[in-house]
């Protein structure tokens, strides 16, 4: 059929050389670069493009925008441009500096550089015009190597900061012209001694001539550049007359006197021209020495406006980065859908896409299967907020319903483009009307003296008075009109699908569905964001596209054979990367021979078709086709492998009237009877229809409709779990943390009560032996202050009490090793005193208080002296405290019981009876126990040194005052220094 059909489309080359040139009479050719052109204008191509150039800066790259050109170098070129796009919403949005384009004149500067370069002298509107050119390159490169982040340089901003690094402004170029030019393109004054002279000169010139002709009767006029008088006539005796002027009513004179002076104004306004074309050429080839660099800025500062101008749109879409898909190879050879690299690299590099953007899939949504894409901030559509569910949701959705995880393309909440551009220029004009009102009805009631408390400016609440708020408040009506954006869609292509038949009934957005695909892949190929939720898809090098009436009559060409025409192209120029889209094929003839032919040209795009014996395969690497022709929906089921998919429009049953969204996997209905019905066709004429039909073809509808009826039921299940389950996985790590919080304060609380009661513990045993230390203590002191005083102390009792506080003091330490003090806590504002052993909390060192000023404490750890705060010490616990040192025994009275107790004690110089000293006894310091020193004079009762008894310490032989007596340690001042 597609033989008969199209003619020698599927020829082998072999047949074709021996055909000849021979070709159907009346048959037309179209050629590819013609193909490519209609398929880009019947997408819609240049409206999208258009739309682009209006967020363009300057007039060169709104007309680079308005011819976007589209890569050839495959995914890898469209991904840098993707990165260029990207930076500059980073930029822009992000980063809060906006991309300035201000005063560049383009279409200016490229006219002056054209001129410059052929060495033609430019005028003062082009020198000002690259002047201010080089400024604002000048000005745009600092700002985009300015930016900076933590104090580096963003690195999501490489792809800006590359162009400008290319970027030679050269503004001592500038700064000449500025010399000589002002900013209106004026030559000035100073620009030469020349041309300052030529206008004093014509200054003086023409302050004479004017005054000349001030005498004269009439009104002084100028004249192709002459000074004259408009009189009436008669004309005077001996005037030169020039001219006439208001219809022969005024004579134009010179006085005899003025030919003269007007001779000396022309030759002074000659040298002014003359000087300022000495300049001109100057200038000029000063911008000639440096045409080069600054076309290429030119060149730069244009890319930088194109790239601007897809982050703004990406913005007002609110759309996402597009990420390419590589499909798998359909069979035969190899074939790279990117750049050059064998098929195993692509796979690998496949992989890594896809973990990666599973990865990042899942740090937005952790419980959605993998997708891709990234919104930017930007202005949404009214559409957005009326739309149920998330593209996200969606593609969980498909895929549980195929049991899928793979899709070759996966475009969730895509928005037609041109219809959303339309809707985002729609939505400005309305919010600028809105805002004018919203700023006339403020004055209004300003000057009848109302107030402005009650007054809300509708352009920052954007619209939302003008719905109406949920608590009741009222609402300022049509102030902020609402404009409806296009339907989203949810585009699901299995990875091994080839072509998808669409179908379903007629104005129900099969078209526009299919239209929106080839502007996303059109789009995500030229650099541009989708206006979708995900967008992932192949990179495809073409999109073919047979939509509308091609008829011709001026050519011949009926419906059916313009189609044809089309179809014969299409065949021709498609390839394994190639995107074909086919508007209701089939369609133009009968009915069984429509479907017969728009079978085989389906089955030949998706490689499955047996191409007349000829064994040429005109494969494309996707198909969407709509048709009406249900003998095409069974293509899913004749071929397997899943290379055939159905779609539908949805219908709404109630209202009679379509959803304008897709449902996948199953076969659509034309309903052509309930439009019938809707559009008010006689009932009569729908029922004799309806039973024409046969009861065959009505069970088959009902089948279908009740397979729709379980799909929209299955997804609206599916959609009810999947809330569910994010409701789950948004509560089960709330329920585990708040676990692990009462888990942890459960073990806390258990750890804070051990501590408590081991703590109070070990302060009871340590307030025991303190109190069993104090006690012996007090019993040994009273104990040898009686036998002091009684002095009937002999050498047997003397050991005896040895003997048994030798055997104290070993059970004392042996209580302190089987009941080892707890350090206390220490008390705040506590400070040791100078010779305590402490440990430095902070660093563990331990050692000896040497100074003591306020609450810094000089510690002697080893060789070294620290210096530290007292809250950073606390008492040394491992040093055993030495016992108090008892003072010296006093000398008694001359008495045998005396010189014993002397003995006894080991008074440390010979006393005399009577209490007399004995000088001939050496004078030796006491040797009482293991202290080291004793006293000074022998004033005082107490054998126990106190504060103001002065004491000689023995090592050193110093003399001193006690100033501080801390049990076992005393502090003694001897002259300056503090031992």
């Known amino acids: 059929a597609v033989e008969a059909a199209i003619g020698d489309s599927v020829d082998t080359p072999a047949q074709s050389s021996q055909r000849g040139t021979a070709k159907r009479v009346g048959f037309t050719t179209i050629s590819p670069s013609e193909l490519y052109k209609q398929s880009l204008e019947a997408c819609g191509w240049g409206e999208l493009c258009e739309f682009l150039s209006e967020y363009a800066s300057t007039r060169l790259g709104q007309e680079q925008c308005r011819s976007l050109e589209l890569p050839t170098g495959g995914s890898f070129e469209s991904d840098l441009l993707l990165d260029e796009t990207e930076a500059a919403i980073a930029m822009e949005s992000y980063h809060g500096v906006s991309l300035d384009f201000g005063g560049i004149m383009s279409a200016e500067v490229r006219r002056a550089l054209l001129k410059a370069e052929k060495?033609?002298?430019?005028?003062?509107?082009?020198?000002?015009?690259?002047?201010?050119?080089?400024?604002?390159?000048?000005?745009?490169?600092?700002?985009?190597?300015?930016?900076?982040?933590?104090?580096?340089?963003?690195?999501?901003?490489?792809?800006?900061?590359?162009?400008?690094?290319?970027?030679?402004?050269?503004?001592?170029?500038?700064?000449?012209?500025?010399?000589?030019?002002?900013?209106?393109?004026?030559?000035?004054?100073?620009?030469?001694?020349?041309?300052?002279?030529?206008?004093?000169?014509?200054?003086?010139?023409?302050?004479?001539?004017?005054?000349?002709?001030?005498?004269?009767?009439?009104?002084?006029?100028?004249?192709?550049?002459?000074?004259?008088?408009?009189?009436?006539?008669?004309?005077?005796?001996?005037?030169?007359?020039?001219?006439?002027?208001?219809?022969?009513?005024?004579?134009?004179?010179?006085?005899?006197?003025?030919?003269?002076?007007?001779?000396?104004?022309?030759?002074?306004?000659?040298?002014?021209?003359?000087?300022?074309?000495?300049?001109?050429?100057?200038?000029?080839?000063?911008?000639?020495?440096?045409?080069?660099?600054?076309?290429?800025?030119?060149?730069?500062?244009?890319?930088?406006?194109?790239?601007?101008?897809?982050?703004?749109?990406?913005?007002?879409?609110?759309?996402?980065?597009?990420?390419?898909?590589?499909?798998?190879?359909?069979?035969?050879?190899?074939?790279?859908?990117?750049?050059?690299?064998?098929?195993?690299?692509?796979?690998?590099?496949?992989?890594?896409?896809?973990?990666?953007?599973?990865?990042?899939?899942?740090?937005?949504?952790?419980?959605?299967?993998?997708?891709?894409?990234?919104?930017?901030?930007?202005?949404?559509?009214?559409?957005?907020?009326?739309?149920?569910?998330?593209?996200?949701?969606?593609?969980?959705?498909?895929?549980?319903?195929?049991?899928?995880?793979?899709?070759?393309?996966?475009?969730?909440?895509?928005?037609?483009?041109?219809?959303?551009?339309?809707?985002?220029?729609?939505?400005?004009?309305?919010?600028?009307?809105?805002?004018?009102?919203?700023?006339?009805?403020?004055?209004?009631?300003?000057?009848?003296?109302?107030?402005?408390?009650?007054?809300?400016?509708?352009?920052?609440?954007?619209?939302?008075?003008?719905?109406?708020?949920?608590?009741?408040?009222?609402?300022?009506?049509?102030?902020?009109?609402?404009?409806?954006?296009?339907?989203?869609?949810?585009?699901?292509?299995?990875?091994?699908?080839?072509?998808?038949?669409?179908?379903?009934?007629?104005?129900?957005?099969?078209?526009?569905?299919?239209?929106?695909?080839?502007?996303?892949?059109?789009?995500?190929?030229?650099?541009?964001?989708?206006?979708?939720?995900?967008?992932?898809?192949?990179?495809?090098?073409?999109?073919?596209?047979?939509?509308?009436?091609?008829?011709?009559?001026?050519?011949?060409?009926?419906?059916?054979?313009?189609?044809?025409?089309?179809?014969?192209?299409?065949?021709?120029?498609?390839?394994?990367?190639?995107?074909?889209?086919?508007?209701?094929?089939?369609?133009?003839?009968?009915?069984?021979?429509?479907?017969?032919?728009?079978?085989?040209?389906?089955?030949?795009?998706?490689?499955?078709?047996?191409?007349?014996?000829?064994?040429?395969?005109?494969?494309?690497?996707?198909?969407?086709?709509?048709?009406?022709?249900?003998?095409?929906?069974?293509?899913?089921?004749?071929?397997?492998?899943?290379?055939?998919?159905?779609?539908?429009?949805?219908?709404?049953?109630?209202?009679?009237?379509?959803?304008?969204?897709?449902?996948?996997?199953?076969?659509?209905?034309?309903?052509?009877?309930?439009?019938?019905?809707?559009?008010?066709l006689e009932a009569e004429v729908v029922a004799d229809a309806r039973a024409a039909l046969g009861e065959r073809r009505v069970t088959l509808e009902e089948t279908i409709s009740a397979l729709e009826t379980a799909r929209r039921g299955a997804d609206e299940d599916i959609a009810a779990a999947q809330g569910l389950l994010l409701e789950v996985n948004r509560t089960v790590p709330r329920v585990t943390v708040a676990a692990a919080r009462v888990h942890a304060a459960e073990e806390a609380a258990d750890v804070r009560i051990a501590a408590g009661v081991a703590r109070l513990a070990r302060e009871h045993r340590a307030a025991l032996a303190a109190v069993v230390r104090d006690a012996a203590r007090e019993s040994a002191r009273e104990k040898r202050a009686s036998t002091m005083k009684s002095g009937a102390m002999d050498f047997a009792t003397a050991a005896a009490s040895a003997a048994a506080a030798e055997a104290e003091a070993k059970d004392l330490a042996a209580w302190a090793a089987l009941n080892p003090a707890v350090k206390p806590a220490p008390t705040p504002g506590w400070v040791p005193n100078v010779g305590e052993n402490v440990v430095i909390t902070s660093t563990g060192m331990s050692g000896r208080v040497t100074v003591v000023s306020g609450t810094l404490v000089t510690v002697q750890a080893g060789p070294m002296a620290i210096k530290v705060n007292a809250s950073d010490t606390e008492l040394d616990t491992a040093v055993p405290k030495t016992k108090a040192p008892p003072a010296k025994a006093r000398s008694m009275a001359g008495t045998q019981a005396a010189k014993r107790m002397d003995a006894l004690l080991g008074g440390h110089r010979g006393v005399g009876a009577g209490g007399r000293k004995d000088s001939r006894a050496p004078v030796s310091s006491t040797n009482y126990g293991e202290y080291n020193y004793g006293f000074d004079d022998e004033d005082g009762d107490d054998d126990t040194p106190t504060l103001g008894d002065t004491v000689r310490i023995k090592k050193s032989g110093v003399v001193g005052r006690v100033v501080d007596a801390d049990d076992q340690v005393l502090t003694i001042q001897a002259g300056k220094n503090l031992l």
Not at 555 to 578: D, M, V
Request: net charge negative; hydrophobic share 40%; aromatic share 4%.
């Open 119 to 680: 060495y033609a002298s430019l005028g003062g509107d082009e020198l000002a015009a690259t002047m201010a050119f080089i400024g604002s390159a000048t000005r745009l490169a600092k700002t985009v190597e300015g930016v900076r982040e933590n104090g580096a340089p963003p690195p999501q901003l490489s792809p800006l900061r590359l162009i400008v690094s290319g970027m030679v402004t050269h503004p001592e170029v500038a700064e000449k012209i500025r010399a000589c030019v002002d900013d209106q393109g004026g030559f000035k004054d100073g620009a030469s001694p020349e041309l300052r002279r030529a206008r004093s000169q014509r200054a003086s010139a023409e302050g004479k001539l004017r005054r000349a002709l001030q005498g004269g009767n009439g009104t002084v006029t100028t004249h192709q550049g002459r000074l004259v008088l408009a009189v009436t006539p008669p004309v005077p005796q001996g005037a030169l007359v020039v001219g006439v002027a208001a219809g022969g009513a005024l004579v134009l004179i010179e006085p005899p006197g003025v030919v003269t002076l007007n001779g000396e104004l022309a030759q002074t306004i000659e040298a002014e021209e003359t000087a300022i074309d000495a300049i001109r050429r100057r200038l000029t080839g000063d911008i000639a020495g440096a045409v080069v660099d600054l076309a290429l800025c030119l060149d730069l500062v244009t890319r930088l406006d194109v790239i601007a101008a897809r982050g703004r749109q990406a913005a007002a879409f609110n759309a996402c980065r597009p990420k390419f898909v590589i499909p798998p190879s359909a069979g035969g050879p190899s074939t790279s859908w990117g750049v050059g690299g064998s098929m195993d690299e692509e796979q690998t590099a496949a992989e890594a896409a896809e973990a990666a953007r599973a990865a990042e899939e899942a740090s937005m949504f952790p419980t959605l299967g993998p997708g891709g894409g990234t919104a930017v901030g930007g202005v949404a559509t009214a559409a957005d907020d009326d739309d149920d569910s998330s593209g996200a949701a969606a593609t969980v959705k498909y895929r549980a319903y195929k049991g899928e995880g793979e899709l070759l393309v996966e475009l969730a909440g895509l928005r037609q483009p041109v219809l959303a551009a339309q809707a985002v220029r729609a939505q400005a004009v309305a919010r600028r009307a809105a805002a004018a009102k919203a700023s006339t009805s403020k004055k209004k009631r300003a000057k009848d003296g109302g107030g402005d408390d009650d007054y809300d400016d509708e352009l920052l609440l954007g619209g939302r008075r003008a719905r109406g708020d949920r608590d009741g408040s009222e609402s300022y009506g049509d102030q902020s009109p609402r404009v409806r954006g296009p339907v989203p869609v949810d585009v699901f292509v299995p990875l091994h699908t080839r072509a998808v038949v669409i179908t379903g009934p007629n104005t129900g957005g099969k078209t526009a569905a299919m239209k929106a695909v080839g502007l996303a892949s059109l789009m995500a190929r030229a650099g541009l964001f989708i206006p979708a939720e995900v967008a992932n898809l192949p990179w495809f090098d073409a999109v073919l596209v047979d939509i509308g009436d091609s008829q011709d009559l001026m050519q011949s060409l009926s419906t059916f054979s313009a189609r044809l025409a089309k179809q014969r192209a299409i065949l021709s120029a498609a390839n394994p990367r190639s995107l074909v889209l086919m508007d209701e094929v089939g369609t133009g003839t009968s009915p069984m021979e429509g479907s017969a032919i728009g079978g085989a040209l389906l089955e030949q795009l998706a490689g499955v078709g047996f191409g007349g014996g000829s064994g040429v395969q005109h494969s494309a690497g996707l198909t969407l086709a709509t048709t009406h022709h249900g003998e095409l929906k069974a293509l899913k089921y004749e071929h397997p492998g899943g290379i055939f998919e159905n779609a539908a429009v949805e219908f709404d049953e109630v209202a009679l009237a379509p959803t304008y969204r897709l449902l996948w996997g199953v076969p659509g209905r034309s309903r052509a009877l309930q439009i019938a019905e809707r559009f008010g």
